[in-house]
């Protein structure tokens, strides 16, 4: 699948072991999924619309590229989706944010939307949508199509964790979509839980189990 892009470094390993832990406490989990998200989001923005500009240093004048404005925007996919975008504003400070917000479908276990609050403008900008864990990717692959239903057509993805599944249906789904993941894990669980996974990523956040 030539749109996924699996991460892969000794920070990236390091941080990881924390995160799952079951003895790593809500303030350290939160952290984390900070600067996995900077790490991820320095990756995936390598190739984002640049111009250049003069500046003027103190012994003399020179031509740098910087990030276009009003060129990105972090799309979380609620609510876990959330906990990532601080560590993607670390980079992009001037990112805008828009929201979606996703549901199951108890009748047809389908993911339905039950929020959509998308910035202004955003047809013509990258779009990174920002979600911890890619299960089974029903929610992504929805939170994907009602961008595209939105005029965008660049759009990217990223995720902390993911399972082979969620990374395949995406993939398939929308392969115009450039997916960056920080780690694969082995398979889902009857009950659609990344295993070995680190638990319900937005619960962990919060704080709410």
Do not use: W
């Not at 990112?95 to 959509?116: D, F, Q, W």
């Not at 115009?176 to 398979?187: H, N, T």
């Not at 839980?193 to 319900?200: A, K, M, R, V």
């Amino acid at each position: 699948m030539n749109n996924v892009h699996i991460l892969s470094h000794v920070l990236i390993d390091h941080k990881m072991a924390k995160l799952r832990s079951v003895n790593t406490g809500t303030k350290e989990f939160r952290e984390l999924i900070d600067e996995l998200s900077t790490i991820v989001a320095y990756e995936g923005l390598a190739d984002i619309p640049t111009t250049t500009i003069n500046v003027t240093t103190p012994l003399e004048v020179v031509e740098q590229n910087v990030i276009k404005e009003n060129s990105i925007a972090l799309v979380p996919i609620l609510r876990a989706g959330l906990g990532m975008v601080n560590g993607v504003l670390n980079l992009l400070p001037t990112a805008k944010v828009g929201h979606i917000g996703m549901c199951r479908n108890e009748e047809t276990l389908l993911p339905e939307s039950y929020y959509n609050k998308l910035p202004a403008g955003i047809e013509s900008m990258i779009a990174i949508v920002l979600d911890p864990m890619l299960a089974t990717g029903g929610s992504a692959i929805a939170a994907i199509q009602a961008l595209k239903d939105a005029g965008v057509v660049n759009i990217k993805m990223m995720n902390i964790l993911a399972a082979p599944v969620g990374i395949e249906a995406v993939a398939k789904a929308h392969p115009d979509v450039q997916i960056y993941v920080v780690k694969v894990d082995r398979c889902l669980d009857e009950n659609g839980y990344i295993l070995p996974g680190l638990g319900d990523a937005g619960d962990r956040i919060y704080g709410t189990k």
